[in-house]
């Protein structure tokens, strides 16, 4: 497929929980109860999605999305306190480890870090931590020099390569910020121009947004899965993404500097 030909994406991940509602029981059995409703729409539809918990390893919703047909993905959610772009290296380091190697022990292999606001800049961190994907709201402009010139051309939105296997991808919608008709615009326009959409639901928010809110996500997702069926969206996790961004990297043709010369 050509690159003017090429399918939108859409993302839908879910940031469950945040830190500061751990101490919070009645919360957290909200949050545990409208993250499975909110699985059970995703389900109807045949989306996977990226689920960012602030400690995957002891998170009720982990069992449930191991164990669930589809291939969701689970990501670790980095809180302002240790994530932040102000955080020193050597924290941001330990933390991140720390929280990587309880979720080992739990048997979850996480690839990706999800931060609601701009993110710390220790990509080779992540790198050696084995991630992947770095989800924030400001990714770095820059385009790693090894990118093929190819594919330096990208729709709006696109992820960028910030180090070799690792991509940084920009929270593009949160919740219902628009509306159902801006939203099903901004799945048209994506569908048009190749483009991505990640789409990031708010699980405190979806809690206070109660059943309405749910049954705009199904609307929004069936007019997602219309635009599927017709080969003009794909719909997936954050890694599959990156994983598929990796194949087209790998599979772009070399360019000889000898003949670029000569011509």
Request: hydrophobic fraction near 45%.
């Given at each position: 497929?050509?690159?003017?030909?090429?399918?939108?994406?859409?993302?839908?991940?879910?940031?469950?929980?945040?830190?500061?509602?751990r101490g919070d029981l009645s919360l957290?059995?909200?949050?545990?109860?409208?993250?499975?409703?909110?699985?059970?729409?995703?389900?109807?539809?045949?989306?996977?999605?990226?689920?960012?918990?602030?400690?995957?390893?002891?998170?009720?919703?982990?069992?449930?999305?191991?164990?669930?047909?589809?291939?969701?993905?689970?990501?670790?959610?980095?809180?302002?306190?240790?994530?932040?772009p102000t955080m020193g290296r050597a924290?941001?380091?330990?933390?991140?480890?720390?929280?990587?190697?309880?979720?080992?022990?739990?048997?979850?292999?996480?690839?990706?870090?999800?931060?609601?606001?701009?993110?710390?800049?220790?990509?080779?961190?992540?790198?050696?931590?084995?991630?992947?994907?770095?989800?924030?709201?400001?990714?770095?402009?820059?385009?790693?020099?090894?990118?093929?010139?190819?594919?330096?051309?990208?729709?709006?939105?696109?992820?960028?390569?910030?180090?070799?296997?690792?991509?940084?991808?920009?929270?593009?919608?949160?919740?219902?910020?628009?509306?159902?008709?801006?939203?099903?615009?901004?799945?048209?326009?994506?569908?048009?121009?190749?483009?991505?959409?990640?789409?990031?639901?708010?699980?405190?928010?979806?809690?206070?947004?109660?059943?309405?809110?749910?049954?705009?996500?199904?609307?929004?997702?069936?007019?997602?899965?219309?635009?599927?069926?017709?080969?003009?969206?794909?719909?997936?996790?954050?890694?599959?993404?990156?994983?598929?961004?990796?194949?087209?990297?790998?599979?772009?043709?070399?360019?000889?500097?000898?003949?670029?010369?000569?011509?």
């Open positions: 497929m050509s690159q003017l030909s090429r399918p939108g994406v859409l993302i839908v991940s879910v940031d469950v929980d945040s830190a500061d509602v957290q059995r909200a949050l545990n109860s409208t993250s499975v409703a909110l699985l059970g729409v995703l389900a109807n539809h045949g989306v996977a999605g990226t689920w960012a918990m602030s400690d995957p390893a002891h998170s009720l919703m982990t069992d449930r999305l191991l164990g669930d047909d589809l291939p969701h993905e689970l990501a670790l959610l980095g809180e302002a306190s240790w994530a932040a924290r941001f380091s330990r933390e991140l480890g720390d929280r990587l190697q309880q979720a080992a022990l739990r048997g979850v292999k996480l690839g990706t870090l999800a931060v609601r606001e701009a993110a710390a800049t220790h990509y080779d961190v992540l790198v050696r931590a084995g991630l992947s994907v770095l989800r924030s709201a400001s990714p770095d402009a820059r385009r790693a020099a090894w990118w093929p010139s190819a594919l330096r051309s990208q729709p709006a939105n696109m992820a960028q390569a910030v180090r070799w296997g690792l991509w940084q991808v920009k929270s593009t919608w949160h919740n219902f910020e628009g509306g159902l008709m801006a939203s099903r615009r901004g799945i048209d326009r994506s569908a048009a121009q190749g483009g991505l959409i990640t789409w990031v639901l708010d699980g405190p928010k979806l809690v206070s947004g109660g059943a309405s809110v749910l049954r705009l996500v199904d609307r929004v997702l069936a007019y997602a899965a219309k635009r599927r069926e017709e080969g003009r969206l794909q719909i997936s996790t954050l890694q599959g993404f990156a994983d598929c961004q990796l194949r087209r990297r790998e599979s772009a043709p070399a360019v000889s500097i000898l003949r670029a010369e000569a011509a």
